[in-house]
C-alpha cells in the first residue's frame, strides 16, 4: 500500500534572500491569522481524505521555525485529530538556524511537539558564500544551532547551496567535510539557480555577478557525488543523498509518484489524475477560508500523455522508471514502447534495464533532463 504525504507551506520569512523565488511574505505580523485559516483548511478538506491513510507531514516554507512550538504543535494536533495520520509518519519542520540560537530549548520543544525530523537550511559553513546569498552569516552561532538541533534529531538533513559564482571548490569541500564529520544523515544538494523576478538575476543581467559555466558545475556535482557515496550516503535522486535507511518518505513521494495533499497559500496538491494549486497570495488565501471556501485557485486533470510525461521525468531524476506502476497508471508496456531509446540508451551506457526498472547511470544522471527530453 502506498501512502499519500501531507505538505503545509508556512509563507513566512525574516528577509527574502536574494536567489529566491518562492511565494513567502515578511509580514510576520500576520501569522496567526494565517494559522487560524490554515486550521481552517485541515477542516474542510477533511471529509474529501476520510478514506486516505497519510505517512508523512512536511512542514516547509518559507521559514517554518518562524513558528512557536506551540503554533507547530497545533497544527499536527489538529492533522492528527482530522486525518488518518499512521503512527510512526515522518513529522518534518525546516529550520534556519538564526530561529534557534536565541532559545536553546525551542529545538527541544519543537520535538516535544511532534516533530521527528529537521530539514536544516544551512547552505554552506563558509561565511562569504553566505554573505553573497544574503543569509545569517554568523558562522559560529549556525554550528551551535546545528548541533542543537543533531541532540535533539536523529532523522536531521542539511540542504547546502553550491556552483555559488566566485567560489573555491575548496569552500564546498570545507562545508561537506562538516557535514560528513557530524554524520548528518540526509543532504539536499542543489546548484544556485539564478531565477527571473530575484535581485540575484538582476545582478547578473547587469554583469555584477557571473554564473559557472555547466563544465563547473558538472565538475562539482561529480566531486559531491563522489565524495558523499564515498562517505557512505546512498545518491537516491539527483540532489538527495542519505546515509541507509534515512531515505525522505515524504520526498520520495514526489519522485515516486505518489499522491500528496498541500495545505497553505501557493501548496501544490496531487491525487492522481488530479493537480491543483492553492491561491498564492495570502490575502486571497486568507479571505476565501474566512469565507468557509477552499482556497482553490487552479485545478488540471493530467491527459494520459501527461501523466507519462511525469512518471518518467520524476523516474529518470530518481530511483528510475519503476514498470509496474508505470504499467499500472498508464496502461502502456514501457520496455515495450521505448524499447528502442532504451537500446540506445544501453548502448551509450547511459542507462540500464532490469526487471523492475529502467534507470539511469552515472554517466546518464548528469544529462538527466536532456534524455528526458530527447528520448521519451
Ligand atoms: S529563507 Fe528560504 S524561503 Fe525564505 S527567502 Fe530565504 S530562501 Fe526563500
Redesign the pocket.
Known amino acids: 500500500m502506498s501512502y499519500p504525504g501531507i505538505y503545509i507551506h508556512i509563507p513566512f ?1 525574516r ?3 536574494n ?2 523565488d ?1 511565494y ?1 511574505t515578511t509580514r510576520t505580523d500576520i501569522k496567526g491569522r494565517y494559522i487560524d485559516n490554515l486550521i481552517k483548511e485541515f477542516e474542510l478538506s477533511a471529509e474529501n481524505n476520510a478514506d486516505n491513510y497519510f505517512n508523512s507531514i512536511y512542514i516547509g ?3 517554518p521555525s518562524l513558528l512557536t512550538p506551540e503554533q507547530v504543535f497545533r497544527i499536527i494536533n489538529i492533522l492528527k485529530g482530522n486525518y488518518n495520520i499512521q503512527d510512526n509518519s515522518e513529522i518534518t519542520l525546516e529550520l ?1 538556524p538564526e530561529d534557534i540560537t536565541e532559545d536553546e530549548n525551542k529545538t527541544i520543544e519543537y520535538r516535544d511537539s511532534g516533530i521527528n525530523r529537521i530539514s536544516f ?1 544551512l547552505q554552506s559553513s563558509n561565511k562569504d558564500e553566505l554573505k553573497f546569498l544574503t ?1 545569517f552569516d554568523d558562522t559560529e552561532k549556525i554550528t551551535t544551532a546545528l548541533e542543537r538541533v543533531l541532540k535533539c534529531f536523529k532523522n536531521a538533513s542539511v540542504d547546502i547551496i553550491y556552483s555559488i559564482p566566485g567560489s573555491l571548490r575548496k569552500k564546498l569541500e570545507d562545508t561537506i567535510e562538516k557535514i560528513i564529520s557530524l554524520k548528518i544523515p540526509h543532504i539536499s544538494a542543489y546548484t544556485l539557480i539564478f531565477e527571473k523576478n530575484t535581485p540575484l538575476y538582476y545582478h547578473y543581467e547587469n554583469n555584477r555577478v557571473y554564473r559557472n559555466s555547466d563544465e563547473t558545475e558538472a565538475e562539482l556535482y561529480e566531486y559531491l557525488s563522489d565524495r558523499l557515496t564515498y562517505a557512505g550516503y546512498n545518491h537516491y535522486e539527483i540532489s538527495n543523498y542519505a546515509l541507509p535507511g534515512f531515505e525522505s518518505i515524504h520526498n520520495l513521494k514526489y519522485w515516486e509518484y505518489n499522491n500528496y495533499l498541500g495545505f497553505g497559500a501557493s501548496s501544490h496538491s496531487f491525487f492522481h489524475p488530479r493537480r491543483w494549486k492553492n491561491y498564492s497570495n495570502i490575502i486571497k488565501y486568507n479571505l476565501s477560508l474566512e469565507k468557509n471556501t477552499l482556497p482553490t485557485e487552479e485545478t488540471h486533470t493530467l491527459t494520459a500523455e501527461e501523466s507519462e510525461r511525469e512518471i518518467i521525468f520524476l523516474g529518470l531524476r530518481s530511483k528510475g522508471v519503476n514498470l509496474k506502476i508505470f504499467k499500472k497508471i498508464t496502461g502502456i508496456i514501457f520496455e515495450k514502447k521505448y524499447s528502442s531509446a532504451i537500446r540506445k540508451l544501453e548502448t551509450g551506457k547511459y542507462g540500464t534495464l532490469d526487471s523492475e526498472y529502467f534507470c539511469l547511470t552515472r554517466k546518464g544522471s548528469k544529462i538527466a533532463d536532456e534524455i528526458a527530453t530527447k528520448y521519451f
Open positions: 520569512c528577509n527574502r534572500c536567489y529566491c518562492f513567502i516554507g518559507g521559514t534556519n537550511g543569509r
